[in-house]
């Protein structure tokens, strides 16, 4: 794809820099209110460009959601899990990995902003994003979290375990002007970092997903009466288990 090749910094052809000034206008104003005079006026091109390079103001679009994944991915690529020992580690390294693209220190504010005005409004030109890295994600998500459940639990609740997990992850980049309200700046110097994040959300998830097939005080209900069941088993950590790489201590 053309957009692993771009310098966000310092763009060094017309389309690189049509793309660049597409995703911070698209990201600012939609698709529907923003034209392709203003993008090829931002990037210093003729208006003719955005035809040539791209066919249509909906492919450049297009293009400009997966240069806004890329972006995320080279910043923050994916770590080797299959080099951690359990699926605890795997996990934890998935939480890390989500908060450092939503809201590490160093995340440029456009792509991901343009990206969650996709998770809430999917348009069709979100289709090849999901197909290609959404879900892909969510699946290795569903798998992390199979492997920490007995078999008896089910497939939906896997998914629903999963996306909790994911959706605590995501509320630090959908609320972050409002947490920022009710939450004084020491607060957030000295609680919220990314690391701390990921910490609470691993912590407060591994308690969900033991109690998933026992209920909140080991008491599950059948046919109207109260049942003590046993807790769910926990995976042992094998010996040897790699620690998770930590990230950046800044504040989100």
Partial sequence: MTSNAIDVDNPNCAKDRILLAAGRIFAEKGFRCSTVREICDAAGVNIASVNYYFGDKKKLYEETLLLAREIGAQKFPIPDLSALAGPEDRLRSIILLLLNRLVGSHVEPWPVKILMSEILNPSPAAKPLIDGYIEPFLRMVFATVKE???????????????????????????????????????????????????????DFSLSGINAAGSGAGGVAATNGQTTETQPMKRPKRPEGSRAVVESATSPV
């Fill in 148 to 202: 920490m459940v007995d078999d008896t639990v089910s497939e939906s609740t896997i998914h629903q375990l999963s996306f909790s997990v994911i959706s605590q992850c995501v509320w630090y980049r959908f609320a972050s002007d409002i947490n920022r309200m009710v939450i004084t700046d020491d607060q957030y110097t000295d609680n919220f970092s990314v690391n701390a994040l990921a910490k609470q959300i691993f």
